[in-house]
T-cell receptor, first 112, second 114 residues
Framework: SQQGEEDPQALSIQEGENATMNCSYK?????LQWYRQNSGRGLVHLIL???NEREKHSGRLRVTLDTSKKSSSLLITASRAADTASYFC????????????WGAGTKLIIKP | EAGVAQSPRYKIIEKRQSVAFWCNPI?????LYWYQQILGQGPKLLIQ????????DSQLPKDRFSAERLKGVDSTLKIQPAKLEDSAVYLC????????????FGPGTRLLVL
């Protein structure tokens, strides 16, 4: 079953602009993770935010977590053509045996 | 460190044939996952191993899918017989401590069933 739901399903922006993707989930979590998947390739772990954290940064990435609203956002600043990919949020739910539950992803296209 | 290795990268078979995928996780990673990813969807967990024991295989279609992790290292996933709806990318991932530090994925095996 899919717990995470990303919004929007697809996003197209100009290079240099910021891209924001949102994720909503249903149950209590230990942490929430964001992954990137380039076309035809495996998933790459981008960032993990724990349930007691509200914001986390990694390079051009900024993730926020609002456990009261069961939602997270991923911001990519100063986007580049190489950021074109699908982005997935995955939740490590409490009592889940370390399983991740995945959303359907946001397809991000950066136009040069 | 070397990443998660998978083979083959691509496989085309006819329905009712058998196919097997292989995965070598990152050295020292105790947890290994097999996922099925259908085009346009997120990954769906098929089976999770902790060392050589099965933690969860509730979403594995056991009438046709099987998986093993001998000696708690390499793993194989088999489909026998394959159906058209099995066309997907099969991803293997491993993690050191459950999901506390994230999962590391292999490149996947793209399966097409004709």
């Amino acid at each position: 079953s899919q717990q995470g739901e990303e919004d929007p399903q697809a996003l197209s922006i100009q290079e240099g602009e910021n891209a924001t993707m949102n994720c909503s989930y249903k149950t209590s979590i230990n942490n929430l993770q964001w992954y990137r998947q380039n076309s035809g390739r495996g998933l790459v772990h981008l960032i993990l935010i724990r349930s007691n954290e509200r914001e986390k940064h990694s390079g051009r990435l900024r993730v926020t977590l609002d456990t009261s609203k069961k939602s997270s956002s991923l911001l990519i600043t100063a986007s580049r053509a190489a950021d074109t990919a699908s982005y997935f949020c995955a939740t490590d739910a409490v009592d889940s045996n370390y399983q991740l539950i995945w959303g359907a992803g946001t397809k991000l296209i950066i136009k040069p | 460190e070397a990443g998660v290795a998978q083979s083959p990268r691509y496989k085309i078979i006819e329905k009712r044939q058998s196919v097997a995928f292989w995965c070598n996780p990152i050295s020292g990673h105790a947890t290994l996952y097999w996922y099925q990813q259908i085009l346009g969807q997120g990954p769906k967990l098929l089976i999770q191993f902790q060392n050589n024991g099965v933690v969860d295989d509730s979403q594995l279609p056991k009438d046709r899918f099987s998986a093993e992790r001998l000696k708690g290292v390499d793993s194989t996933l088999k489909i026998q017989p394959a159906k058209l709806e099995d066309s997907a990318v099969y991803l293997c991932a491993s993690s050191a401590r459950g999901n506390s530090l994230g999962q590391y994925f292999g490149p996947g095996t793209r399966l097409l069933v004709l």
